[in-house]
């Protein structure tokens, strides 16, 4: 299993990956990208089975990668990860695809409660 981690911070790529480890997701196989551009790129050409991303990025926010992945009829397994959390944004992921939404600060036990039935 292949899982995509989307944000223009490495500081908060790192602690996303460190928290996968911490919450047993650890024998999976974690890949980067600074940018919505990328991971756009990335899901293009491999085999990615979940997509963990940052909502503000500067090229392309979170939630328009994953609406342009709907447009192009592309399927996969997606959740929204920011600092912040109104009723609206979490709406609008939902609608775009977003199976699950954690906002920061997140513990090792909130990525296991919002992962485990994404990836069951």
């Not at 090229?59 to 990668?65: S, V």
Request: avoid cysteine; charge should be negative.
């Amino acid at each position: 299993m292949k899982i995509l981690v989307v944000d223009d911070s490495k500081a908060m790529r790192m602690i996303v990956k460190r928290t996968l480890r911490q919450a047993g997701f650890d024998g999976f196989d974690v890949v980067e990208a600074e940018s919505a551009s990328q991971a756009l790129d990335i899901i293009a050409s491999d085999s990615i089975d979940l997509v963990l991303t940052d909502w503000n990025m500067p090229d392309m926010t979170g939630i328009e990668m994953l609406e342009h992945l709907n447009a192009e009829g592309v399927e996969i397994r997606a959740g929204m990860i920011t600092s912040r959390g109104s009723a609206d944004m979490r709406a609008r992921a939902q609608e775009a695809g977003a199976l699950f939404f954690l906002t920061k600060p997140f513990t090792a036990e909130l990525f296991r409660g919002a992962l485990e039935p994404v990836l069951a």
